[in-house]
């Protein structure tokens, strides 16, 4: 499976902004797909994930919950993050990362395929 996001920029604090991941591979449908993000200095952490299959149930880190909407279109293999209410601390390089075998939670280390990654800019 092959990631690529797209979306990414620079926004005013409060402001939305829409992240897009087009995945390659004809069995998109089977993984859970996660959002996560890394900001310089800290480790990569979970922001988003939602389930294989057609259940699509979501999971969401407690800084984004409310704000961030994790959404995907099996049919165009493609998830989505809208995020909204932007703050200084959703600063971070954003990346797709894809979990087979049945997996959905928020580890890290659980998701086996990943994209390049999308830099978010949040400033006041």
């Known amino acids: 499976v092959q990631l690529v996001e797209s979306g990414g920029g620079s926004v005013q604090t409060g402001g939305s902004l829409r992240l897009s991941c087009a995945a390659s591979g004809r069995t998109f449908s089977r993984y859970t797909m996660g959002w996560f993000r890394q900001a310089p200095g800290k480790e990569r952490e979970f922001v988003a994930a939602i389930s294989f299959a057609w259940s699509s149930s979501t999971l969401y880190a407690d800084s984004v919950k409310g704000r961030f909407t994790i959404s995907r279109d099996n049919a165009k293999n493609t998830v989505s993050l809208q995020m909204n209410s932007l703050k200084a601390e959703d600063t971070a390089v954003y990346y797709c990362?894809?979990?087979?075998?049945?997996?959905?939670?928020?580890?890290?280390?659980?998701?086996?395929?990943w994209g390049q990654g999308t830099l978010v800019t949040v400033s006041s």
């Open positions: 990362a894809a979990a087979g075998g049945g997996y959905y939670g928020p580890l890290t280390r659980s998701y086996d395929y």
